[in-house]
């Protein structure tokens, strides 16, 4: 096969977005960085919804072809109303990550408060009830992406604290997926390039026989910008056996903000992927869009480990 660039890896459905306000069946403000997986025939996205109330929760789409979704009438979680996440999800819950592990999905997802975000997991076979295990970060820290085994007997994660108001991404390793540990750093930002103000895992990297194929966001925010900057995606290669070791990590992003939907919004200029589903020969792309909407890009793994060459 020949060597592709980027550019020409990523096509973006042409009907995006998969899935806009009007698609939501009761009131809300908006409907992104949903997690998707394959459940059977269907393709499910665990979408992240902001209510009119000003908080976020959950609620779910299905597709038979992982292009045209339904959202079901009702939300499938809310934050918690009693316990422990009581406190820690008072402003909302947001961002799911889905990852399939000995046949139970994993949920990693913020706990919003005034205490600061930190990261929550749940697990699910349904997708409709779901058990909270543990809140397992401290404040000041969301993006927690799961692999989808276990490496020297041990689970292992990405995620995002941030130090000096830096946002880095981090890996870390646990025995029971409640107690983290031996933390440290993976990846920072790059001075001067697309992602040189903050970064972060996107999605459950993908294993390959050339490494693990991580997505991740970045951010170009200068110090003197009164704004938020622009929200991209680049792609990055991790070694299969020592996952902490970097191979390959994309120049320029592989995924930028380019059409009306994804540039106009309530944030402008975001595209923030959160979900995949691979198929036979390529993987399906979800991410959310000015923070608005949610849409679907497809793409070949080989071709984009050609491009990360």
Known sequence: MAERHWQDVFQRWERNPVLALSDIPFRCNTVFNGTSVKLGEQYLLLLRVEGQQGYSFFALATSTDGFHFEVEREPVL????????????????????????????????????GFGPRIALATTVDFRSFERIALVSEPGNKDGVLFPERIDGLYVRLDRPIG???????????????????????????????????????????????????IYHGND?????????????????????????????????????????????FVPNVVFPTGLVERDETVLLYYGAADTNTAVVEFSRSELLAALH
């Open 78 to 113: 809310f934050p918690a109303k009693e316990g422990l996440f009581e406190l820690y999800e008072s402003d909302g819950i947001e961002d799911p990550r889905a990852t399939l592990i000995d046949g139970v999905h994993h949920i990693m997802y913020t706990a919003a408060s």
């Open 164 to 214: 000096q108001d830096v946002g880095r991404i981090w890996i870390s390793y646990s025995k029971d997926l409640r107690n983290w540990g031996h933390s440290r750093v993976l990846m920072s930002p790059r001075y001067g390039y697309w992602d040189s103000y903050r970064i972060g895992a996107s999605v459950p990297p993908i294993r390959t026989e050339q490494g693990w194929l991580e």
């Open 221 to 265: 925010k200068r110090v003197d910008d009164p704004g938020i900057g622009s929200y991209a995606a680049g792609a990055l290669l991790l070694d299969l056996n020592n996952p902490q070791r970097l191979l390959r990590q994309s120049a320029g992003p592989i995924l930028a903000p380019e059409t009306d939907f994804e540039r106009q919004g």
